[in-house]
């Protein structure tokens, strides 16, 4: 009796292959042969079985398979090589597979895999402290744990600052985005796809508005009048829904990620600051997508001087492999009980280690300088292409910091109140442009709910890919431009 589902076309297809090539179909444990992760399928088989047995919850931006990746470029089983503009949503900081990493990992993979965290220390988590605490945007961040995923370490500041301050509300901002895990997920506001139709979420939530000029009905400036309405509005909710002596915490993104791309002013965050300090109300910065350089200091918190009583870190850390961060004071972290934090998988040996040849890089390689000098090349690129008097009407904003950095298109149908709306604006700019440019061999991403792509590529990326890239963005916006 076959072991397959019944009537499954392509598990039978699969394993016809399989047969043919002279192996056998594993299908003792699996109901499927494994055949085509050997190496055997082609691109298209291997997307078939994608489409058929991965959860249909997780999208994607392309139909095809990684195959390997190398520096700032990955070549797909489809047989494509194409520039990396996303770097996995901001992780392979250091560009894929970097040679010293992925050494320090397959060496640690030798000695140690998983010294579990409640057990005992490992010395990779030691070691990567160290290598951490000069890198901290303020000496006072001297208290570590280690987590796995960005939405864990989001959960576990969340936890942190109820279990400190002994206050339930925690005051987030328009915009946000912190992750998809259930506490992570109440404090998103950036989308509502990340939890349409799942509530009751987290309660003792409060949203405040991110002074992001487009939620204001606004033109792309910053304004300070904007900041003041945004730090009144913060006052306003503390006087009017949640009173300080019931809120654990203001968390905050330093640049909105999911949100658009919008670096926060930095009179708006030390705004916050004061009156987290004014209210004994910790201040969680989350630093997940903007840390480890992305933004051309290793925070971006740094270029405000704001000092977090809780910082969230993932993402570019271990450049791929999972690890992520919470950290803060040691008199605050001193308060939580042993055993109220941690995790099977928590600070992996493996990651670690990882993570600590990719401080090692970024000393060695002189990563920010090459942030800073990128930076001024894509910027001048995208300003030279907002000059083209073709261009110019349809992109309403190009900003951000560093390599992270955002074009926004104008739009005709975002909301009929907008006053960004230009009813002759070409439909849909932002996703068309991400697909003509890889159909020209590059992957860029979308982000928020307006017209808007995201750069992020590689932080030690050459001139010339960078240049590359840049070309292939400017062929492809004046492409979809023209066709209306
Ligand atoms: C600012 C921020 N916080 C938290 C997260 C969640 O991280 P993860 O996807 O690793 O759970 C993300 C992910 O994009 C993020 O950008």
């Not at 912190?178 to 139709?197: C, E, L, N, P, Q």
């Not at 002013?265 to 989350?286: M, Q, V, Y």
């Not at 073709?390 to 298109?409: N, T």
């Amino acid at each position: 009796m076959s072991l397959l589902p019944r009537g499954n076309k392509l598990s039978q297809s699969v394993v016809s292959a399989s047969l043919r090539n002279g192996t056998r179909a594993n299908v003792g444990a699996r109901p499927l042969s494994w055949t085509p992760l050997r190496g055997v399928a082609t691109a298209t088989e291997l997307t078939r079985f994608g489409q058929r047995y991965v959860n249909k919850g997780l999208s994607r931006l392309v139909e095809d398979v990684f195959d390997k990746g190398e520096g700032s470029w990955l070549t797909m089983k489809s047989g494509r090589r194409v520039l990396d503009f996303t770097c996995g949503i901001g992780v392979t900081n250091l560009g894929h597979c970097h040679p010293k990493v992925s050494k320090a990992a397959a060496d640690q993979c030798m000695a140690l895999v998983h010294g579990q965290c409640s057990v005992a220390y490992h010395e990779p988590y030691l070691n990567l402290i160290k290598r951490l605490l000069p890198m901290m945007p303020d000496p006072s961040l001297d208290s570590f744990f280690f987590w796995t995923s960005g939405s864990e370490a989001v959960e576990g500041a969340l936890k942190m600052a109820r279990s400190i301050t002994h206050k339930q509300n925690i005051i987030t901002m328009q915009g946000a985005y912190h992750g998809r895990t259930f506490g992570a997920m109440a404090v998103t506001k950036s989308k509502t796809i990340y939890s349409d139709g799942v509530a009751p979420l987290m309660p003792g939530v409060f949203t405040a508005p991110f002074p992001y000029w487009h939620h204001f009905s606004s033109s792309p400036s910053s304004s300070e009048e904007r900041i003041r309405a945004c730090l009144y509005q913060v006052e306003l909710l503390l006087s009017q829904q949640s009173a300080p002596s019931d809120t654990a915490a203001i968390l905050i993104e330093p640049v909105l990620g999911e949100g658009g791309y919008v670096p926060a002013p930095h009179t708006f965050l030390r705004g916050l600051r004061e009156i987290c300090n004014k209210h004994g109300i910790l201040l969680i910065i989350d630093e997940v997508q903007s840390g480890f350089g992305r933004t051309g200091k290793n925070f971006n918190i740094e270029y405000s001087g704001v000092k977090p009583d809780i910082m969230t870190i993932a993402k570019g850390l271990a450049n791929g492999f999972p690890l992520s961060g919470i950290v803060s004071r040691k008199e605050l972290t001193d308060k939580l009980k042993p055993g109220s934090m941690g995790g099977t998988y928590a600070g992996n040996a493996v990651s670690c280690a990882a993570a600590i040849a990719v401080a090692d890089a970024f000393k060695e390689e002189k990563i920010l300088e090459n942030v800073q000098a990128r930076s001024k090349d894509l910027f001048d690129s995208l300003h030279a292409l907002q000059r083209n008097a073709a261009i110019g009407p349809h992109i309403l904003d190009i900003r951000g910091q560093g390599l992270m950095v955002a074009v926004e298109f104008a739009s005709p149908s975002h909301s009929a109140y907008d006053p960004a709306v230009t009813t002759t604006a070409p439909e849909h700019l932002a996703s068309r442009v991400s697909k003509r440019c890889l159909e020209k061999g590059m992957f860029l991403l979308t982000t928020s709910v307006y017209e808007t792509v995201r750069f992020i590529p590689p932080l030690n990326i050459s001139q010339e890919d960078l240049l590359k890239g840049c070309q292939i963005f400017a062929e492809a916006v004046e492409e979809v431009v023209k066709e209306g």
